[in-house]
């Protein structure tokens, strides 16, 4: 399985953008990048995904590097809300199988 | 419309029993997988069910096993707990049409302790 590496941790003040950066070297040509957040004491939640042009949706946007070795998830607007651990996956075309790695712990400072 | 439901949402139960645990994924949607979630492991894949047939499977022994049925209802079973067995176990559905790549919808977990 392709592997995704993310910083352990980053903090942010509210109304505030962040910027998730994800690298995936390995990354092959039918990957889809997804992202996914878990809320303290709940499932994975579902952001957000791209294979290669930008995508944008009420939660997020995806920006990824013209090579794919990189993408960013950036929040627009932090808000209380929006502190989580935010995973960066890849998924083989077709496939239904998240391969979690440790993620980036967000902190919102109000 | 109705989230993913997992049942029970905490277990106790103590090592060498087994345990069965059910997922209903929302409905309409026919693939249904199962995750693990520990401090020391983090979230790990489990299981794939589409259309009642495992489709993918993650790297945990055969003690673990699960099953689909018509409705797409799903359940996971574990035999012969061990300690280390305890944790959140985490079912997932989605639409999973043809090669496109669909979002996955988490239910709340199980969180089975084994004592």
């Known amino acids: 399985d392709a592997k995704t590496t993310q910083p352990n941790s980053m903090e942010s003040n509210e109304e505030e953008p962040v910027h998730l950066p994800c690298n995936h070297s390995t990354i092959s040509g039918t990957d889809y990048i997804h992202w996914y957040r878990q809320l303290p004491s709940q499932g994975p939640e579902y952001v957000i995904h791209?294979?290669?042009s930008n995508v944008n949706n009420r939660m997020a946007s995806l920006a990824i590097a013209e090579d794919r070795k990189s993408s960013t998830l950036i929040l627009h607007r932090a808000t209380l809300r929006d502190a989580a651990v935010y995973y960066c996956i890849l998924i083989i075309q077709g496939a239904q199988k998240l391969v979690f790695g440790q993620g980036t712990r967000l902190t919102i400072n109000p | 419309k109705a989230g993913v439901t997992q049942t029970p949402r905490y277990l106790i139960k103590t090592r060498g029993q087994q345990v069965t645990l059910s997922c209903s994924p929302i409905?309409?949607?026919?693939?249904v997988s199962w995750y693990q979630q520990t401090p020391g492991q983090g979230l790990q894949f489990l299981f794939e069910y589409f259309s009642e047939t495992q489709r993918n499977k993650g790297n945990f022994p055969g003690r673990f096993s699960g099953r689909q049925f018509s409705n797409s209802r799903s359940e996971m079973n574990v035999s012969t707990l061990e300690l280390g067995d305890s944790a959140l176990y985490l079912c997932?559905?989605?639409?999973?049409?043809?090669?496109?790549?669909?979002?996955?919808?988490f239910g709340q977990g199980t969180r089975l302790t084994v004592v």
């Open positions: 791209g294979l290669t």
């Open positions: 997932a559905s989605s639409l999973r049409q043809g090669s496109m790549n669909t979002e996955a919808f």
């Open positions: 409905s309409g949607h026919r693939s």
